[in-house]
Protein backbone atom coordinates (compact mmCIF):
# COMPACT_ATOMS: atom_id res chain seq x y z
CA UNK A 1 0.00 0.00 0.00
CA UNK A 2 1.66 3.68 -1.08
CA UNK A 3 1.66 6.18 1.72
CA UNK A 4 -0.05 8.51 2.93
CA UNK A 5 -0.21 11.83 4.62
CA UNK A 6 -2.64 12.47 7.12
CA UNK A 7 -3.45 15.71 9.20
CA UNK A 8 -4.45 16.85 12.53
CA UNK A 9 -5.04 20.77 14.05
CA UNK A 10 -3.38 20.84 17.21
CA UNK A 11 -3.80 23.83 19.03
CA UNK A 12 -2.68 26.49 16.52
CA UNK A 13 -0.42 24.19 14.39
CA UNK A 14 -1.43 22.19 11.38
CA UNK A 15 0.66 18.42 12.07
CA UNK A 16 1.14 16.37 8.64
CA UNK A 17 2.17 12.92 9.39
CA UNK A 18 3.89 10.83 6.41
CA UNK A 19 2.69 7.62 7.10
CA UNK A 20 4.09 3.85 5.45
CA UNK A 21 6.19 2.74 8.54
CA UNK A 22 7.19 -0.16 6.83
CA UNK A 23 8.57 1.49 4.02
CA UNK A 24 10.25 4.34 6.11
CA UNK A 25 7.40 6.51 5.10
CA UNK A 26 8.45 6.52 1.30
CA UNK A 27 6.69 9.02 -0.96
CA UNK A 28 3.75 8.56 -2.90
CA UNK A 29 1.56 10.34 -5.00
CA UNK A 30 -1.23 9.96 -2.57
CA UNK A 31 0.76 11.97 0.25
CA UNK A 32 1.79 14.49 -2.66
CA UNK A 33 -1.99 15.13 -3.30
CA UNK A 34 -2.81 15.34 0.78
CA UNK A 35 0.11 17.40 1.54
CA UNK A 36 -1.15 20.02 -1.31
CA UNK A 37 -4.57 19.64 0.22
CA UNK A 38 -3.42 20.38 3.54
CA UNK A 39 -0.84 23.66 2.52
CA UNK A 40 -3.46 25.30 1.04
CA UNK A 41 -5.87 25.06 4.33
CA UNK A 42 -2.85 26.26 5.87
CA UNK A 43 -2.57 29.02 4.59
CA UNK A 44 -6.62 29.79 4.40
CA UNK A 45 -7.45 28.92 7.84
CA UNK A 46 -6.16 31.99 10.62
CA UNK A 47 -6.64 29.39 12.99
CA UNK A 48 -3.97 27.42 11.88
CA UNK A 49 -0.52 29.28 12.69
CA UNK A 50 2.46 26.63 12.16
CA UNK A 51 2.40 23.52 10.40
CA UNK A 52 4.60 20.63 11.53
CA UNK A 53 5.78 17.83 9.39
CA UNK A 54 6.20 14.50 10.63
CA UNK A 55 6.43 11.33 10.47
CA UNK A 56 5.10 8.26 11.42
CA UNK A 57 6.78 6.04 13.83
CA UNK A 58 10.34 5.69 13.77
CA UNK A 59 11.63 7.42 11.16
CA UNK A 60 11.27 11.08 9.16
CA UNK A 61 11.23 9.54 5.40
CA UNK A 62 13.26 7.56 3.62
CA UNK A 63 12.51 9.34 -0.23
CA UNK A 64 11.30 7.32 -2.92
CA UNK A 65 9.77 3.74 -2.98
CA UNK A 66 12.73 1.94 -4.67
CA UNK A 67 11.17 -1.16 -5.67
CA UNK A 68 8.78 1.39 -7.46
CA UNK A 69 11.13 3.44 -9.18
CA UNK A 70 12.79 0.05 -10.33
CA UNK A 71 9.48 -1.34 -11.42
CA UNK A 72 9.13 2.55 -13.20
CA UNK A 73 12.01 1.51 -15.59
CA UNK A 74 9.49 -1.00 -17.08
CA UNK A 75 7.00 1.36 -17.90
CA UNK A 76 8.83 4.53 -19.68
CA UNK A 77 9.01 7.69 -18.17
CA UNK A 78 5.90 9.93 -18.05
CA UNK A 79 4.16 8.54 -14.64
CA UNK A 80 7.96 9.35 -13.15
CA UNK A 81 7.59 12.58 -14.96
CA UNK A 82 4.67 13.24 -13.27
CA UNK A 83 5.39 11.62 -9.68
CA UNK A 84 8.29 14.36 -10.03
CA UNK A 85 5.69 17.27 -10.83
CA UNK A 86 3.51 16.17 -8.21
CA UNK A 87 6.44 16.15 -5.51
CA UNK A 88 7.56 19.69 -6.77
CA UNK A 89 4.47 21.15 -6.13
CA UNK A 90 4.62 19.87 -2.39
CA UNK A 91 7.98 20.98 -2.13
CA UNK A 92 6.80 24.72 -3.71
CA UNK A 93 4.06 24.75 -1.16
CA UNK A 94 6.34 23.94 1.97
CA UNK A 95 8.80 26.58 1.34
CA UNK A 96 5.73 28.81 -0.16
CA UNK A 97 3.95 28.78 2.53
CA UNK A 98 3.68 32.23 4.37
CA UNK A 99 3.04 30.88 7.72
CA UNK A 100 6.20 28.65 9.70
CA UNK A 101 6.58 25.41 8.41
CA UNK A 102 8.88 23.06 11.09
CA UNK A 103 10.14 19.31 10.49
CA UNK A 104 10.03 17.38 13.36
CA UNK A 105 12.53 14.81 12.25
CA UNK A 106 13.20 11.42 14.13
CA UNK A 107 15.42 8.47 12.36
CA UNK A 108 16.19 8.74 8.95
CA UNK A 109 15.51 11.28 6.39
CA UNK A 110 16.93 10.34 3.46
CA UNK A 111 16.90 11.60 0.07
CA UNK A 112 13.77 13.17 -1.05
CA UNK A 113 12.90 12.64 2.78
CA UNK A 114 16.28 15.02 3.26
CA UNK A 115 14.83 17.76 1.06
CA UNK A 116 11.43 17.88 2.67
CA UNK A 117 13.54 18.85 5.93
CA UNK A 118 15.13 21.45 3.47
CA UNK A 119 12.20 23.06 2.22
CA UNK A 120 11.02 23.61 6.16
CA UNK A 121 11.92 26.87 7.74
CA UNK A 122 13.06 25.15 11.12
CA UNK A 123 14.09 21.84 11.71
CA UNK A 124 13.80 20.09 15.44
CA UNK A 125 15.69 16.66 15.07
CA UNK A 126 16.03 13.33 17.69
CA UNK A 127 19.43 13.31 18.98
CA UNK A 128 19.54 9.75 17.15
CA UNK A 129 18.31 11.41 13.73
CA UNK A 130 20.16 10.61 10.61
CA UNK A 131 20.37 12.74 7.08
CA UNK A 132 20.93 11.66 4.10
CA UNK A 133 21.30 13.10 0.56
CA UNK A 134 23.29 10.99 -1.92
CA UNK A 135 21.80 8.89 -4.74
CA UNK A 136 25.16 8.12 -6.00
CA UNK A 137 25.01 4.79 -4.95
CA UNK A 138 22.04 3.57 -6.70
CA UNK A 139 22.97 5.27 -10.04
CA UNK A 140 20.63 8.54 -9.83
CA UNK A 141 21.03 12.40 -9.25
CA UNK A 142 19.05 14.58 -6.72
CA UNK A 143 15.56 16.05 -6.69
CA UNK A 144 13.10 17.90 -4.83
CA UNK A 145 14.84 21.01 -4.84
CA UNK A 146 17.32 19.62 -2.40
CA UNK A 147 20.19 21.41 -4.94
CA UNK A 148 18.44 24.67 -4.83
CA UNK A 149 18.38 24.76 -0.92
CA UNK A 150 21.99 23.40 -0.37
CA UNK A 151 23.05 26.20 -2.89
CA UNK A 152 21.82 28.63 -0.48
CA UNK A 153 22.74 27.65 2.64
CA UNK A 154 26.06 25.52 2.71
CA UNK A 155 29.40 26.43 1.55
CA UNK A 156 29.69 23.92 -1.85
CA UNK A 157 32.15 21.79 -0.80
CA UNK A 158 29.76 20.47 1.89
CA UNK A 159 26.97 20.34 -0.53
CA UNK A 160 28.83 17.84 -3.06
CA UNK A 161 29.59 16.03 0.36
CA UNK A 162 25.80 15.29 1.04
CA UNK A 163 24.68 14.74 -2.41
CA UNK A 164 27.84 12.22 -3.59
CA UNK A 165 28.79 10.59 -0.27
CA UNK A 166 26.64 7.86 1.00
CA UNK A 167 27.44 8.25 4.79
CA UNK A 168 24.52 9.34 7.17
CA UNK A 169 25.38 12.78 8.70
CA UNK A 170 24.25 12.76 12.27
CA UNK A 171 21.89 15.38 13.86
CA UNK A 172 24.76 17.47 15.60
CA UNK A 173 26.50 18.01 13.13
CA UNK A 174 23.64 18.89 10.80
CA UNK A 175 23.11 21.22 13.37
CA UNK A 176 26.48 22.60 13.06
CA UNK A 177 26.17 23.31 9.39
CA UNK A 178 23.10 25.47 10.19
CA UNK A 179 20.48 23.08 8.94
CA UNK A 180 18.42 22.14 12.51
CA UNK A 181 17.52 24.33 15.13
CA UNK A 182 17.04 21.86 18.05
CA UNK A 183 18.49 18.72 19.26
CA UNK A 184 16.51 16.33 21.32
CA UNK A 185 16.39 13.13 22.64
CA UNK A 186 14.71 10.66 20.87
CA UNK A 187 11.09 10.10 20.85
CA UNK A 188 10.60 13.67 21.53
CA UNK A 189 10.98 16.10 18.12
CA UNK A 190 6.87 16.54 17.72
CA UNK A 191 6.70 17.41 21.19
CA UNK A 192 9.42 20.03 20.87
CA UNK A 193 8.10 21.01 17.69
CA UNK A 194 4.89 21.56 19.16
CA UNK A 195 6.28 23.54 21.59
CA UNK A 196 8.35 25.90 19.24
CA UNK A 197 5.06 25.95 17.22
CA UNK A 198 2.69 27.48 20.64
CA UNK A 199 5.63 30.22 20.73
CA UNK A 200 5.42 31.47 17.40
CA UNK A 201 1.93 30.62 17.26
CA UNK A 202 1.29 33.52 20.08
CA UNK A 203 3.12 36.54 18.03
CA UNK A 204 1.52 38.53 15.84
CA UNK A 205 0.86 36.31 12.70
CA UNK A 206 0.78 39.54 10.43
CA UNK A 207 4.67 40.10 12.13
CA UNK A 208 5.45 36.25 11.42
CA UNK A 209 4.46 36.29 7.74
CA UNK A 210 6.54 39.10 6.95
CA UNK A 211 9.72 37.99 8.57
CA UNK A 212 9.33 34.82 6.47
CA UNK A 213 8.69 36.59 3.42
CA UNK A 214 10.96 39.01 3.72
CA UNK A 215 14.02 36.26 4.37
CA UNK A 216 12.37 34.58 1.43
CA UNK A 217 12.74 37.45 -1.07
CA UNK A 218 16.16 38.60 0.52
CA UNK A 219 18.90 35.85 -1.23
CA UNK A 220 17.89 37.21 -5.05
CA UNK A 221 17.75 40.80 -3.66
CA UNK A 222 19.94 44.15 -3.99
CA UNK A 223 20.39 46.17 -0.73
CA UNK A 224 18.28 48.99 -2.11
CA UNK A 225 15.55 46.99 -3.02
CA UNK A 226 15.36 44.81 0.09
CA UNK A 227 14.89 48.31 2.45
CA UNK A 228 12.14 48.97 0.27
CA UNK A 229 10.84 45.82 0.99
CA UNK A 230 11.35 45.96 4.78
CA UNK A 231 10.40 49.51 4.55
CA UNK A 232 7.30 48.62 3.04
CA UNK A 233 6.54 45.59 5.43
CA UNK A 234 7.06 47.65 8.39
CA UNK A 235 5.07 50.10 7.81
CA UNK A 236 1.79 48.42 6.77
CA UNK A 237 2.65 46.32 10.41
CA UNK A 238 2.96 49.41 12.40
CA UNK A 239 -0.67 50.69 11.13
CA UNK A 240 -2.30 46.83 11.99
CA UNK A 241 -4.07 46.51 14.98
CA UNK A 242 -1.55 44.08 16.54
CA UNK A 243 0.91 46.45 16.87
CA UNK A 244 -0.69 49.20 18.70
CA UNK A 245 -1.51 45.84 20.92
CA UNK A 246 1.99 44.56 20.89
CA UNK A 247 3.28 48.16 21.72
CA UNK A 248 0.91 49.06 24.69
CA UNK A 249 1.50 45.09 25.89
CA UNK A 250 5.15 45.75 26.36
CA UNK A 251 5.38 48.85 27.76
CA UNK A 252 2.03 47.77 30.44
CA UNK A 253 4.73 44.88 31.38
CA UNK A 254 1.89 41.83 29.93
CA UNK A 255 1.04 39.45 27.27
CA UNK A 256 0.11 40.60 24.30
CA UNK A 257 -3.51 39.30 23.04
CA UNK A 258 -3.02 39.49 19.03
CA UNK A 259 -5.61 39.25 16.30
CA UNK A 260 -5.97 36.20 13.67
Not at 28 to 35: I, N, R, T, V
Not at 97 to 104: G, H, S, T
Not at 184 to 195: C, Q, R, S, Y
Request: with cysteine.
Amino acid sequence: MASQMFTEQRDGALVLTLSDPATRNSLSLQAYAAGLEAMAHAESDPEVRCVVLRGDGEHFCGGGNLQRLLAVRDRGPDEQLASMAALGAFVEALHACPKPVIAAVEGYAAGAGCALVLACDLVVAAEDAKFVLSYGRIGLSPDAGSTWQLARRVPSALALQMLWLPEPIDARRWQSWGLANEIVDHGHALPAALALAARLAAMAPNAVESAKALMREAPGSTLAAQLDRERDHFVRNLFHPNAGEGLRAFLDKRAARFVR
